[in-house]
């Protein structure tokens, strides 16, 4: 994977530094504050590099820069934005129980129906955008919240396990998630190597994935990582078996469809491991730490509704919700 293109002072001296010696990041002065970091494209884009160091890296970067000492610092700032701007417009219930409190969160999320759309309207164009901005975090599915393992014992241990195996594929790499991922990327024409199109997608669409690497990298947020996990799963069964209707609609065979498909199955199961035996086994010993559960929760639907919005606010003013158009859509079709 190639280094993105700058989109701001910050990620462009970021960018510029990566592709020299460890050890010559120059120190930055604070950069403007934002009340939406979300919308921030130098603070996304920055942070979204600085995460990648912990994933797979970049070609041209010397992996000793993922520890830098001047690229934490740098990145501890830039969280500590994005944080600040979280907690200043996210609502967590009183906590009852924790799987009552996730249920009443995720029920009451009211963002825009990005997978309503998708099955009665979209065009093929628009399906097309939408997998290009999940793939971001799609082709590294599971990854972020994989985390969360070494730091749980017994019985919420057992149940991310229990979870990340499924995401996994049991093992069979025909049937990791983030492989059936990239045949949907494959069977719409587009390029399905990780990556590869970070420079077409948005500020609220990195801030998503963002996120979940803020939360899995930090043992403080661990807490939150399991709550973000636990709304992922609970807000995931229904929307999939939209976007697999939609996409069928549009022409998608059985190959196209099958990431959603297999979802509104996993899933269904899945949020009830999620709310019951990694949630509410967590607090169940760390009683102290369910307002960090919800938050993360919380927090995972909050930025998933400002990214839908960003992009179905596009599409209803007819123009393209990515930076960089992809081909029109009369000239597309689902190869046979």
């Known amino acids: 994977m190639r280094l993105p293109e700058p ?20 120190r930055l002065a604070p950069a403007a504050h934002t009340d939406e970091p979300w919308l921030d494209d130098d603070l996304q884009l920055a942070l979204w590099v600085l995460y990648e160091l912990h994933y797979r890296g970049f070609d041209e970067v010397d992996p ?26 996210v609502t967590i219930p009183d906590e009852r129980s924790v799987p009552t409190a996730l249920t009443a969160l995720t029920s009451a999320d009211a963002g825009p129906s990005m997978s309503r759309f998708l099955q009665r309207k979209a065009t093929l164009g628009q399906f097309r955008e939408f997998v290009v901005h999940r793939s971001v975090y799609h082709l590294k599915e599971a990854d972020p919240h994989s985390w969360g393992i070494p730091r749980l014992g017994g019985r919420p241990k057992a149940a991310l396990i229990e979870i990340q195996a499924d995401e996994y594929g049991g093992g ?39 996120l979940m690497s803020l939360f899995g990298l930090h043992r403080r947020w661990l807490p939150a990582l399991l709550g973000h996990l636990a709304a992922f799963e609970m807000t995931s069964s229904l ?30 199961v899945h949020e009830q491991i999620a709310a019951h035996d990694l949630c509410g086994g967590y ?11 919800l938050f993360g929760a919380a927090c995972g639907l909050q930025l998933d509704a400002f990214a839908a919005e960003w992009i179905l606010d596009r599409w209803e003013n007819g123009t393209t919700a990515l930076r960089r158009p992809l081909a029109p859509d009369d000239t597309l079709a689902i190869p046979a």
Not at 72 to 88: N, P, Q
Not at 283 to 293: I, Y
């Open 7 to 26: 989109r701001g002072g910050v990620s462009e001296a970021l960018v510029q530094a990566l592709t020299g010696s460890p050890g010559s990041f120059a």
């Open 64 to 89: 000793d820069w993922d520890w830098d000492p001047e690229l934490i610092r740098l990145r501890a700032g830039l969280e500590a934005r994005f944080l600040d701007g979280l907690r200043a417009v």
């Open 172 to 210: 069979r790499v025909e049937r990791m998630h983030s492989e059936l991922f990239r045949t949907t990327m494959e069977r719409l024409d587009l390029d399905a190597g990780y990556g590869a199109y970070v420079d077409h997608v948005s500020a609220p669409t990195l801030a998503t994935s963002n």
């Open 239 to 268: 929307p999939n078996r939209r976007y697999a209707n939609g996409l069928r609609r549009l022409g998608g065979d059985a190959d196209a469809t099958r990431f959603y498909d297999e979802h509104v199955t996993a899933d269904a």
């Open 283 to 293: 607090v169940a010993e760390h009683p102290d730490q369910a307002r960090d559960v």
